[in-house]
C-alpha cells in the first residue's frame, strides 16, 4: 500500500489506475480506525480494482467546544490496518494541503432540508462540513464508486442527496452497521468511555431493538418515544434526540412503511448513536 500526501501525487497514482482500466473505490475516513472502517474497504474491494481510502481529521465538521484537538490520531496503525485489509492507496494529506484558505474564507457545500434535525440540530454546520471535504475528495479522486457507513444515517443521506443533485457520477455504497458482541455500534468514539460507562453503552442498541418491536406490533409511536426516552434517562443517557423517520428521513405519514429509528444520546462526555430500521404496519 502506497501512502500519499500530496495532491499531484494522488492524481499521479490514480491517473495509472485509470490508463489500466480499473475500477476506483473510495473509502473516506478521519483515522483511528477500527472493524467498522474495515468493512467499509472489504465492501470496495469486492466491488473495485483499486481501493483508496483517506485519512483526514476535518476542522470544518467540528463545531466550537467538539473535540477536534482530542480526535485520536494513529496514522501508523491505520496503515497497517489497512494495508492488512487489501487498501491499495491511502490518501493523507494535512489539512494546509486541502484547505489553502482559513476555513471561513473557504468555499462550501451546503445540503438543505435533509440536514436538518437530528444531528444537524444539535451540531450546526457539522454536514456543511461534511458535504463539502466529501465533494472535494471525490472532484480529487473522481471514483467510480464511494463507500460509507450506515451508522451515520443521516450523512449518508447527506452525501446521497448531494451526488444526486450535483450530478457526481458516483456509486454510493452504504455498509452495514459493524457491532461489538454487546451490540454496541463501533465507533472512534467508543475509546472516550470509562470502564463503567462503556458497560452502559450497550443499553442504547437494546432499548432501540425493544422500541422496534413495539412500532412493529402497530405501537402508538409518540407513547413509545416517550417511553424509550425515559428508559435512556434511567440507565443514565442524557438523550439528544430520540426520532422515527421515514427511510428518506421525511416525515412519518400514515402511508409510511419503511422507516428508521434514530437516537443520539450522551453517556458521561461522550456522544454515541445509532439507527435501527423497521417496517410499520399497515
Known sequence: MRTLREIPALREALGDARRRGDRIALVPTMGNLHEGHLALV???RERAEVVIATIFVNPMQFGAGEDLDAYPRTLEEDQARLEAAGCDLLFAPDVTTLYARPLEAQTRIVVPEVTEGLCGASRPGHFDGVSTIVGMLFNLVQPDLACFGEKDY?????????VADLHFPIEIVG?????AEDGLALSSRNGYLSPEERATAPRLHRTLCELRDALEADGDIEATLAAGTRRLEEAGFVPDYLELRAADLGPVTPTTREAVLLAAARLGTTRLIDNLTLTLPR
Do not use: T
Open 42 to 44: 472489504e465492501a470496495a
Open 175 to 179: 455498509v452495514p452497521i459493524v457491532r
Open 154 to 162: 443521516q450523512q449518508l443521506a447527506v452525501i446521497r442527496r448531494m
